[in-house]
């Protein structure tokens, strides 16, 4: 079992940037794929980007946040950052990092998640 801790949130202009980490303990982080979900207020939870376990596959994103956002892992520190750059007011929403042994952006089927952070854009 592996737990999941985000840091990095906060607020910012938009225009600006954000770097969010999540950092893992507790299992097997190399072998995990980690996806990054985020949920505004009122909406559903949604895909933002997805990392592979030993980065086998590229990189996955929604379509919202491609050319902007990059996800990145270091298995040896057992992190995976999400460099978020242009913030749009859009982009607020608490943000979350899973863990899952399937490769999937579907939020169902990842296994464990962290308790979230908070990224605020003001326009």
């Known amino acids: 079992q592996v737990q999941l801790v985000e840091s990095g949130g906060g607020l910012v202009q938009a225009g600006g940037s954000l770097r969010l980490s999540c950092a893992a303990s507790?299992?097997?982080?190399?072998?995990?794929?980690i996806g990054w979900f985020r949920q505004a207020p009122g909406k559903e939870r949604e895909f933002v980007a997805a990392?592979?376990?030993?980065?086998?596959?590229?990189?996955n994103y929604a379509d919202s946040v491609k050319g902007r956002f990059t996800i990145s892992r270091d298995n040896a520190k057992n992190t995976v950052n999400l460099q978020m750059n242009s913030l749009n007011p859009e982009d607020t929403a608490v943000y979350y990092c899973?863990?899952?042994?399937?490769?999937?952006?579907?939020?169902?089927?990842?296994?464990?998640w962290g308790q979230g952070t908070q990224v605020s854009v003001s326009s």
């Open positions: 899973a863990a899952n042994s399937k490769w999937s952006r579907d939020s169902a089927e990842y296994d464990y």
């Open positions: 507790g299992g097997a982080f190399s072998t995990y794929n």
């Open positions: 990392v592979s376990s030993w980065s086998f596959r590229n990189p």
